[in-house]
């Protein structure tokens, strides 16, 4: 759920946010039909109609779906109060090749879910029955426990700033059994780990919690709640946020695909449902997204008074005034010259963007109901060729300010992402994932996570003291101290932000650390058989006292125990990509059982050093045993460094 790729193994909450844009043609031919092209207008730019889009998007479309292994897509474009155009693509059931109906197909939208839970809750603020500034606790039958000496608020929530750090543990499961929401709520309440309306760090707990005040203020279930206030009035018939599905919408529910061609996966149950259980069709969203562009209106039927529609439309929360912000529950995401709204959704199969234009009277929403086999996002593919064909850049370019040499090594760096896990063993996704910020020729700098079509790192330069502006690209990074004056890089999205990190969590030297490490101690144990099979074919033995043989074979047992803890972290994190139930507690013997392992093994070191110590203070030692010895030492270090910078050793039943 929401970008990141939700998350689902160790780099869950590492992927990257910013699709890679794949050289598309933008025309192709659909089988069975001919080849269409469409023609400019005089002025250059495509007039935004049914026909163009239509042929635009037949064009594109079927070729990726075909090329990533993409069994279907659903997409909606309204304009101007009205349907323009929706469609499905490709199949809802690959095997039967069933197709995907753009009024009836539903998909799983994700996190886009998101917005209609904030709908609900500003619903509820307009009747005076919701504060947005006061203490969630006052609505809850439950106590956040406090930290900061400073209360959460529904505009923390709102905006993401409430200061959890990231859980995936019974995010999603498999089965027949609806969710216990407010069971859930109380016994996976995050760790608050920062002080709330400082840092965004996008939290699906803190949206199921405002999901939950909506079920306690109105007084009815939250999908009962949803179901009266706004999908009955929008005429919005084939959708739900109930898990299981409703019977009469079971036989519309696309299948979702890993790949297409590797067969359906089951109805995944999101747990925190407020944060991304919604199933909907193309259809459905067209008229959410109308209301929302009409200030709350859809024909006759009314969701949100005006002035409370442009309210949550409204900038909320932001770093920085050049950086994109936060509204109320929307995000900003503004590029050529329009300033846009959306937000995307992923579950784990289901992969979606929603995204508002304002100013042109514009909405447009993609779901695709397959991960697929390519590199890049197609959703955000889509998006990208619909923006530049129909709302190209028309600003002049911006010079580079000559502060920019100096600045570029002022903001070089490894920068950590906010929304991570900060007390449990996913903080290594948060670790492997760091984005590395380094200055090129020309005063430019390089992000070497953020990659463009062509899989290079996409270059920035200044534009503004420290903004630095996408080289042919419309997205900006903007760098400035926090309150403890650490460097942030503020990115495009503003529901997450890059704190610059020391020495101690910098993946440009701990990966090599570790990975030296872990083969140093590898090879050691190949190596340890082949050594003796050398000494008995020449008949030579080891000159060892008593407590040398003894040490000996421990310390190999020491690497073992540390090699095995790694393989089984990873494997059990492997495993539980495919098997959802597995990030449970059912998963939770097998997590704290490799962990036990990993301390037994990290206890060992000792071991190690003792072995060193001797080896130091045997005169008779040949220098190469006390140089091998030293080195086993460093590479247990080696391995505690990354397991407690890691917090692979923190042993918890959240996660």
């Known amino acids: 759920m929401g970008k990141a790729s939700v998350f689902v193994v160790l780099l869950l909450l590492t992927s990257s946010v910013w699709g890679q844009v794949p050289n598309l ?13 469409v023609d400019k207008t005089s002025s250059g730019v495509h007039e935004l109609t049914a026909q163009d889009l239509e042929a635009f998007l037949d064009g594109i479309v079927p070729l990726q779906l075909e090329r990533d292994d993409i069994a279907g897509a659903t997409i909606a474009v309204v304009k101007d109060g009205k349907l323009l155009f929706a469609k499905g693509y490709g199949y809802a059931d690959y095997e039967k090749k069933k197709p995907v109906s753009s ?36 609505y809850l039958d439950f106590r956040i426990p406090d930290a900061f000496g400073q209360p ?51 939290s699906n707990y803190a949206t199921a919690v405002a999901g939950y005040i909506v079920e306690r203020v109105s007084g009815r279930t939250f999908d009962e709640y949803v179901e009266e206030n706004i999908f009955k009035p929008l005429g919005m018939v084939h959708s739900t946020f109930r898990q299981p599905l409703p019977p009469n919408l079971v ?3 696309s299948n979702g695909y890993q790949l297409a061609s590797d067969g359906p996966k089951p109805f995944e149950v999101v747990v925190p449902f407020p944060a991304g259980s919604l199933s909907s069709s193309g259809a459905d969203m067209a008229r959410f997204m109308i209301a929302h562009l009409q200030d709350g209106q859809l024909g006759d039927a009314r969701i949100l ?54 100013d042109a009277g514009v909405g447009f929403f993609v779901s695709h109901n397959s991960l697929g086999r390519g590199e890049s996002q197609p959703r955000t593919t889509i998006w990208e060729m619909f923006l530049e064909r129909y709302f190209p850049p028309t600003s002049a370019p911006q010079p580079t300010l000559g502060s920019a040499k100096e600045d570029s090594k002022a903001v070089s760096g490894t920068y950590m992402l906010s929304r991570r896990s900060e007390s449990s063993f996913l903080k290594a996704a948060s670790l492997i994932g760091e984005f590395t910020v380094s200055p090129v020729e020309d005063g430019m700098i390089e992000v070497a996570q ?11 330069r200044e534009v503004a003291p420290m903004t630095f502006l996408e080289e042919n690209g419309p997205d900006k990074l903007v760098f400035k101290p926090d309150q403890n004056g650490r460097m942030q890089m503020i990115l495009p999205y503003p529901f997450f932000v890059g704190q610059r990190v020391g020495l101690f969590e910098n993946n440009r030297i701990l990966l090599p650390v570790i990975g030296i490490s872990l083969l140093i101690m590898l090879l050691t144990l190949l190596l340890w058989p082949v ?118 050793l923190h042993i918890s039943s959240n996660y």
């Open 251 to 253: 036989p519309l529910m």
């Open 531 to 648: 050594a003796w099979f050398v000494r008995r074919h020449y008949g030579h033995k080891l000159e060892l006292t008593p407590i040398e043989r003894r040490l000996r074979p421990a310390v190999r047992i020491v690497f073992g125990l540390d090699l095995f803890f790694i393989a089984a972290l990873t494997g059990l994190l492997v495993y539980a990509s495919t098997h959802l139930g597995f990030f449970s507690d059912r998963g939770n013997i097998w997590f704290h059982l490799a962990q036990v392992i990993g301390i037994i093994g990290a206890i060992g070191t000792l071991v190690v050093l003792y072995n060193a110590i001797r080896s130091w203070r045997n005169r008779e030692k040949r220098i190469w045993g006390k140089l091998q010895a030293t080195v086993f030492v460093l590479v247990c270090l080696g391995f505690l460094w990354f397991a407690f910078a890691s917090k692979l």
């Open 305 to 358: 008074r005006p002035e409370t529609a442009r309210l949550m439309h409204s900038r909320l929360f932001a770093l920085d005034q050049a950086a994109n912000a936060m509204a109320y529950g929307f995000y900003e995401e503004s590029r050529h010259g329009h300033r846009i709204i959306g937000h995307a959704g992923d579950t784990v199969y289901f992969h979606s963007d929603l995204h508002l234009i304002p």
């Open 103 to 138: 009024e009836e197909t539903l998909f799983r939208p994700g996190s886009v879910s998101k917005l209609f839970t904030w709908t609900a809750v500003m619903q509820l603020v307009e009747q005076g029955k919701l504060d947005l500034d006061r203490d969630v606790n006052d």
């Open 25 to 37: 043609p933008s025309t192709a031919t659909k089988e069975g039909t001919e080849q269409r092209t």
């Open 450 to 460: 953020l990659t463009g079509p062509n899989g290079k790192p996409k270059r920035w």
């Open 152 to 202: 959460i608020t529904l505009k923390n929530v709102l905006t993401h700033t409430p200061g959890f750090e990231e859980q995936i543990k019974d995010l999603f499961t498999v089965g027949s059994e609806s969710p216990n929401l407010g069971a859930y709520l109380k016994t996976h309440i995050p760790r608050r780990i920062y002080p709330p309306g400082t840092v965004p760090a996008y």
